[in-house]
């Protein structure tokens, strides 16, 4: 490999076999064949936008031609799912298409998983909100405390044998942190779901 | 949701189909490799891409038939996998064309009323 793409300083031979090993890494569901097709593909392509880069450095060429092809995944995924969608269409291999959909929904789980959490949260915060607004009302609303000072409950009525938590604040406190609690994943949310991908828009 | 995001969100689906037509119409004037055609859409258009999402879209054209590849090494140099076009990937681009000039037409002239 490095005689096909001669490097010259050691910094740069560091920078680039990390780059060819991420790929190994990332291209092992593929086939032998396929892979090494790949591998010699993209790396060609970094060794020539590198040797075309302004940079004085061979070093800083590398890692700007890194940069410029963008996130690994946001090319490989995409490239190892269609290939093993390919094939196993063509071979009917159960292993194969058990493969190819593993690739093809392990972002998606990952979505369903932040999904479920999120849920989780939005909900918690939500009825928060609310026992806030109706603790107004009704002042049995709220958290309850057993006699020795550890969590019982959230509860909308009174608890035998325990303590209410913060009587005379706990409608102030729970529609500010439910407020907040709110706010903070709807950021979070946006940041790791719905931004759009920087590597994507160049 | 404010308009810069919309158009972050709007830009990709864009440029995706544009891509492929782009990548066969510069296919179809002389065969080429990866690091040409994105530096060449880079210099061409405005369009900015991360480079490796080329290697998806011309792994679809080449599945799909339209283009075929070849590993060329020159005697000094690095090798470099080539595509060309196929008789089916001219004849996909000329249907391209025709959609294309036809679209243009009618959103250029809407563009120009609003």
Redesign the interface.
């Known amino acids: 490999m490095t005689l ?2 001669p490097i010259k300083s050691e910094t740069s031979k560091k920078i680039w076999h990390g780059f060819e090993r991420e790929l190994n890494h990332k291209l092992k569901p593929l086939p032998e064949s396929e892979r090494d ?2 591998k ?3 790396l ?2 970094l ?3 590198a040797l ?1 880069d302004k940079a004085d450095a061979e070093e800083e060429r590398i890692i700007n031609a890194i940069d ?5 995944d ?3 995924t ?2 190892i799912s ?2 093993l969608q ?1 094939q196993s269409a063509a071979k009917g291999n159960p292993k194969a298409i058990a493969k190819s959909l593993i690739v093809t929904t392990q972002r998606s789980l990952l979505h369903l998983f932040l999904t479920a959490i999120f849920g989780f949260g939005y909900a918690v915060s939500m009825i928060i909100f609310i026992m806030g607004i109706m603790h107004i009302f009704n002042s049995d609303v709220g958290i309850w405390l057993d006699n020795n000072g550890g969590l019982l409950s959230l509860s909308f009525a009174f608890q035998p044998n325990a303590v209410q938590w913060m009587p005379e604040q706990f409608s102030f406190i729970a529609i500010t942190v439910s407020a907040f609690a709110y706010w903070g994943l709807s950021k979070l949310l946006y940041v790791l779901l719905l931004k ?1 991908n920087k ?4 | 949701m404010l308009p810069d ?1 919309i158009i ?2 709007w ?2 689906q864009f440029r995706k189909g544009l891509l492929e037509f782009i990548i066969l119409l510069k296919l179809k004037q002389d065969m080429s ?3 040409e055609i ?2 060449e859409i880079k210099n061409l258009t405005s369009i ?9 879209l011309l ?2 054209l080449k ?1 799909d038939g339209l283009v075929t590849t070849e ?1 060329k090494t020159e005697e000094v140099g ?4 080539y595509y060309q076009i196929t008789e089916s990937g001219i004849e996909t681009l000329d249907k391209m064309k025709i959609i294309w000039t036809n679209t243009h037409s009618s959103v250029l002239k809407m563009v120009m009323q609003s």
């Open positions: 096909q793409f097709d790949i010699m593909e993209i060609s392509h060794y020539e936008s075309n410029r092809l963008g996130e690994p946001l090319y490989l995409p490239l269609d290939i390919a759009p590597s994507a828009r160049k | 995001q972050d969100r830009l990709p490799y990866g690091y994105a530096s900015e891409v991360a480079e490796g999402t080329l290697y998806p792994n679809r599945r590993w690095t090798p470099r996998k």
